[in-house]
């Protein structure tokens, strides 16, 4: 197996050029021009996107607060752990964990451990999510946008983990952050 470094230039594309197709709220569209490792040229089109995190909330029975949430690319509910995008010029990731396990669900942590990250769709889509685990949770308020909606239930973790593996959820972070928080930790 070749190290890092050397696999990187070998497989590297470089940018050449970008056109802007659309620049939304979410996300900012691109189309741009890359040389390939050959020397040929090719197109990628990019999704752009500020990043995110995720928390597996863990209570000290050893449960999981989830939530419940309309998705409208699915038009369903789905089962998630809290989760949300960075604010524009956000740059500290546990800060936005924080705020996000707050404002979703009411809970504080006394720890937040970082477990990682998460691309969610690395061939068109820049996202990055900052997976952490929080625990010694102190219940509090919910404080939800004024566009969110969702239920917050609690859930031993070894039923959360066969909602998993049956397919019953289906969020990426979700499935991704669960597992590793289990084996890691090793709950």
């Given at each position: 197996m070749?190290?890092e470094?050397?696999?990187?230039?070998?497989?590297?594309e470089?940018?050449v050029?970008?056109?802007?197709?659309?620049?939304?709220?979410?996300?900012h569209?691109?189309?741009?021009t890359v040389?390939?490792?050959?020397?040929?040229?090719?197109t990628?089109?990019v999704?752009?996107?500020?990043?995110?995190?995720?928390?597996v909330?863990?209570?000290?029975?050893?449960?999981i607060?989830m939530e419940?949430?309309?998705?409208?690319?699915?038009?369903?509910v789905?089962?998630?752990?809290?989760?949300?995008?960075?604010d524009?010029?956000?740059?500290d990731?546990?800060e936005?964990?924080?705020?996000e396990?707050?404002?979703e669900t009411g809970?504080?942590?006394e720890?937040y451990?970082?477990?990682?990250?998460?691309?969610?769709?690395?061939?068109?889509?820049s996202?990055?999510?900052?997976?952490?685990?929080?625990?010694g949770?102190?219940?509090?308020?919910?404080?939800l946008?004024?566009?969110e909606?969702?239920?917050?239930?609690?859930?031993p973790?070894?039923k959360?983990?066969?909602m998993i593996?049956?397919?019953e959820?289906?969020?990426g972070?979700?499935?991704?952050?669960?597992?590793?928080?289990?084996?890691?930790?090793g709950?």
């Amino acid at each position: 197996m070749k190290d890092e470094k050397a696999l990187y230039e070998e497989l590297k594309e470089t940018f050449v050029s970008r056109e802007e197709i659309f620049d939304g709220y979410i996300v900012h569209l691109v189309r741009d021009t890359v040389a390939l490792p050959n020397g040929a040229t090719a197109t990628r089109e990019v999704a752009l996107h500020n990043g995110a995190v995720c928390v597996v909330p863990i209570t000290d029975k050893g449960e999981i607060i989830m939530e419940r949430q309309f998705r409208y690319p699915f038009d369903r509910v789905m089962w998630e752990i809290p989760a949300g995008k960075l604010d524009p010029g956000e740059t500290d990731h546990l800060e936005a964990a924080k705020r996000e396990l707050r404002e979703e669900t009411g809970y504080t942590a006394e720890k937040y451990t970082f477990i990682g990250e998460f691309f969610p769709s690395p061939a068109i889509l820049s996202e990055n999510i900052h997976m952490y685990v929080a625990t010694g949770l102190k219940k509090g308020d919910q404080d939800l946008d004024e566009d969110e909606f969702l239920e917050v239930i609690t859930l031993p973790m070894d039923k959360v983990v066969e909602m998993i593996l049956s397919g019953e959820i289906t969020d990426g972070k979700t499935q991704t952050a669960v597992m590793k928080a289990k084996l890691l930790l090793g709950l």
